[in-house]
């Protein structure tokens, strides 16, 4: 029982690996099937750079086991082709190291997608989730405000 | 990495949950309830927490749910955090999860994971007992509904194989004033030094506080002390601080003298509010 077959639905596609139950879904995505996108950071649930998208929230996969996430729909950066967020991102430079990049992009793409209309309150609070030590987070706001404004001309 | 296994198991109710952790239990595996499990991994991996079973509980219908029953507020255990603040249902415990941790770590916290941490925190349990708010546990002999002032001290008391399921809040409770102040060392992130929560009923004030002791708490002397109109503001504070019923923390985050000043000028803060401030 401590380890076994399991099937995630990551990225669009249904993905069977052997787990351990011990296995953070982060360990997995980066060990077991290549996706390296997200990081392993503090590993503790502090820094966001692990940060992915499940059924439509920000998770830090250091905090979610592997066996937690099977019938529920994960989506890693590697599952975003050209999102706006990240198109972006570039337009703004809101990354130095980069390192950070894919937990941020994560969470602001969720973000985005819960909060269309989303108030410098809640992009702060948002914000709050992911750390970086190299780039001022003004940039990483503009990219945001940026790609909701976007959105918001592409409904209207 | 955790270094260690443990068997998973998902049950689907209560019963089957309380039978697993049983025939777990005389397995010799130290089974526990896996509610956010946030605090089992991150603990687990330092070998602080160890055990061969989980059982996690958010399958379990009764522990998911939120509804409003009459004038009945029925939280699950297992709803985040980030849930319980989109309901909205709660202004003050949602003031005071909007503090926790953050925005993407409350989307895997859960209530009862929370109030059952070993973090001494545990904010969430600030409000639900200034509310008198109850607690229903299920047990071996099934569902018991307690007022959870009477079965929490310093941690939620529960007996072997027991789990929290769900909370119970009165809307007229809801309703009152109240205040929930979080300081930390620096910044508006991070760890706290002393959250203060407060709520006023009938005119008599009522306090809980985390991060002063090495376990959140409601004190009955200390809120004696500062309903006592015959003294001025300043006396009621200082009686109230002599009656802070265990050591005061020291840590990297402050030492005990620094608490005292913070919790001294929270206080008066707290008053101000709700006496209007003193010219």
């Known amino acids: 029982m401590g380890s076994h077959e399991i099937t995630l639905q990551i990225n669009g596609e249904e993905r069977s690996v052997h787990a351990r139950n011990t296995d953070t879904l982060l360990y997995v995505l980066r060990e077991k099937l290549g996706l390296t996108g997200a990081k392993p950071g503090c590993l503790n649930g502090d820094c966001g750079a692990c940060t992915i998208d499940v059924d439509g929230q920000p998770m830090k996969s250091c905090l979610m086991l592997a066996v937690e996430a099977m019938n529920k729909k994960v989506t890693t950066i590697e599952g975003l082709q050209n999102a706006p967020i990240q198109t972006q991102f570039i337009e703004k430079f809101a990354f130095q190291c980069g390192y950070c990049t894919p937990g941020f992009i994560m969470n602001c793409h969720s973000l985005i997608q819960q909060h269309p209309n989303a108030t410098d309150t809640v992009i702060k609070d948002w914000l709050e989730s992911n750390i970086c030590r190299c780039t001022g987070y003004k940039e990483i706001e503009e990219a945001i405000k940026a790609t909701l404004r976007n959105v918001q001309q592409y409904r209207s | 990495m955790i270094s260690f296994d443990f068997d998973y198991y998902q049950p689907a109710t209560i019963e089957e949950a309380i039978q697993l ?71 003050f415990l949602s003031k005071t999860i909007a503090e926790i941790a953050d925005n993407t770590a409350r989307n895997k916290i859960t209530l009862g994971g929370n109030i059952c941490a070993n973090i001494f925190y545990r904010e969430t349990v600030l409000p639900l007992l200034l509310t008198d708010s109850q607690v229903v546990i299920a047990s071996r002999t099934g569902l018991k509904q307690r007022p959870l002032r009477d079965v929490f001290d310093q941690i939620l008391q529960l007996e072997k194989g027991e789990f929290l399921v769900q909370i119970i809040t009165e809307q007229s409770e809801i ?57 001025s503001r300043e006396e009621r504070i200082e009686q109230a601080l002599q009656q802070i019923p265990a050591t005061i923390l020291e840590d990297v985050h402050g030492s005990a003298e620094y608490r005292m000043f913070v919790l001294k000028n929270t206080l008066l803060d707290i008053l101000d509010a709700f006496e209007g401030a003193e010219s």
């Open chain 2, 21 to 91: 952790f049983h025939t777990l239990d005389e397995q010799g595996k130290n089974p526990l309830y896996f509610s956010g499990g946030t605090e089992i991994i991150t603990l687990g991996r330092l070998n602080r927490i160890v055990t061969d079973a989980v059982i996690d509980i958010k399958a379990i219908p009764e522990c998911t749910a939120y509804r409003k029953k009459g004038t009945t507020h029925i939280w699950g255990a297992t709803l985040s955090l980030s849930r319980i603040r989109e309901i909205g249902a709660f202004p």
């Open chain 2, 175 to 231: 309703d009152l004033p109240f205040l929930c102040i979080k300081k930390r060392r620096q910044w508006d992130v991070g760890y706290p030094l002393i959250t203060t929560a407060a709520l006023k009923k009938n005119d008599r004030l009522k306090v809980a506080f985390s991060g002063l002791c090495a376990f959140p708490f409601r004190n009955q002397q200390m809120e004696k002390s500062l309903n006592d109109l015959q003294l």
